[in-house]
C-alpha cells in the first residue's frame, strides 16, 4: 500500500504542469545573478556611463586597480595566505581528525564539545590576544601571523569533518592492510588518504575561501600597503566622501573570479565530501 502511494505521488510530480518547476526555479535564478550582473556592469561600461547595457565594453576600470591601486600586490598577497592556510588547516586537520575518529581517550567528548562551542566564538575576540602574542613573537606586519590566524580559527570546524569523513572509512580496511605488514602510518597513507579525497578537497576549499575573503585579520595584523591582501584593498576604494564604482566593481569581480572559477572546477569533489561527512559514521 505505501509503495502505491509513493508511486502516485511520483506520477502527480511528474505529470505537473512545467511551469511550476521553472518558474520558482527562474525567480531565484533571477535573484541570485542581478547583482553579478550589476557589478559586472559599472565593471565594464565606460565611467560617467547609465547604461544599463555594458556597451562599449571597457577595461579602464580593471587597469587602474590592478596597477594605480596595487590591486597586483594585494592578489599576490591574497594567493599566498589561502594556499598557506589550505595546507596548514588540511594537515593539523588530517592528523587531529584522525585521533578523534579512531582513538578513544579521556574527555574525548568534552574536546569535541569544546571544537563545536569555540565555533560561536567571533573572530573580533580573538583580535587583542591574538595581537599581543604576534607582538611578542614579533611577527605583526607579516604575512605569517595572518595565516597562524586564519589556520587556528579554521582548525576546529576542519578537525570535525576530517574526523567525520574518517569514520565512514571501514576500520576493517586498516586492520588489513596491518595484516599484510603495513605499520599504521604507511596503511593509512596507502589505504586511508586515497579514499579522504573528496573529504581533503572540501575542507581545504572551504580553509581557501576563508582566508581568501577574510577581512579582519588582515586589517589589524598587516600595517605596510604591499602586505595588504584584495578584502582590505576593496576597503581603500571606499573613500570618506565619494566612491568610485568603477574601480570598486573591477575589484570585486577580481576578488570573486578566481573563487568561482575553483569552484566551479571542484563542485563535484566538494558536493561529495560535504555529504560523506555529513553521515554518520
Known amino acids: 500500500m505505501t509503495t502505491l ?29 542581478v547583482p553579478f550582473y550589476w557589478i559586472l556592469l559599472f565593471a565594464l561600461r565606460p565611467a560617467g556611463s547609465t547604461s544599463l547595457v555594458p556597451w562599449p565594453i571597457t577595461f579602464e576600470h580593471f587597469a587602474k586597480v590592478w596597477t594605480e591601486r596595487s590591486f597586483a600586490t594585494y592578489f599576490q598577497n591574497s594567493v ?4 598557506a592556510t589550505l595546507v596548514l588547516t ?6 587531529g581528525g584522525y585521533a578523534l575518529a579512531r582513538f578513544d581517550f579521556r574527555a574525548k567528548k568534552g574536546f569535541m564539545l569544546a571544537l563545536l562551542c569555540s565555533q560561536f566564538v567571533p573572530g573580533a575576540l580573538l583580535l587583542v590576544p591574538l595581537f599581543q602574542i604576534f607582538a611578542e613573537l614579533r611577527m605583526i606586519n607579516s604575512l605569517g601571523s595572518v595565516i597562524l590566524a586564519e589556520t587556528v ?20 580496511l586498516e586492520e588489513a592492510a596491518w595484516v599484510d605488514g603495513c605499520g599504521r602510518l604507511r596503511a593509512f597513507r596507502v589505504v586511508v588518504l586515497p579514499l579522504l579525497r573528496p573529504g581533503l578537497v572540501a575542507v581545504g576549499s572551504f580553509a581557501f575561501v576563508h582566508a581568501w575573503n577574510h577581512f579582519l585579520f588582515a586589517l589589524m595584523f598587516l600595517s605596510d600597503q604591499e602586505k595588504q591582501t584584495i578584502p582590505v584593498g576593496l576597503n581603500t576604494l571606499m573613500g570618506a566622501d565619494s ?21 566551479a572546477y571542484i563542485q563535484k569533489w566538494l558536493i561529495t565530501g560535504f555529504s560523506a561527512g555529513a553521515v554518520k559514521g
Open 153 to 172: 580559527f579554521q582548525l576546529p570546524l576542519s578537525m570535525i569533518l576530517i574526523s567525520g569523513f574518517i569514520k565512514n572509512v571501514p576500520y576493517a
Open 5 to 33: 502511494t509513493v508511486t502516485g505521488k511520483r506520477r502527480a510530480w511528474d505529470q505537473a504542469p512545467r511551469w511550476q518547476i521553472h518558474l520558482p526555479l527562474a525567480l531565484y535564478l533571477l535573484f541570485t545573478l
Open 80 to 83: 599566498l595566505i589561502g594556499i
Open 243 to 263: 566612491v568610485d564604482l568603477g574601480a570598486l566593481a573591477a575589484g570585486g569581480v577580481i576578488a570573486a573570479v578566481p573563487v568561482v572559477i575553483v569552484f
Open 90 to 95: 588540511t594537515l593539523v586537520a588530517l592528523a
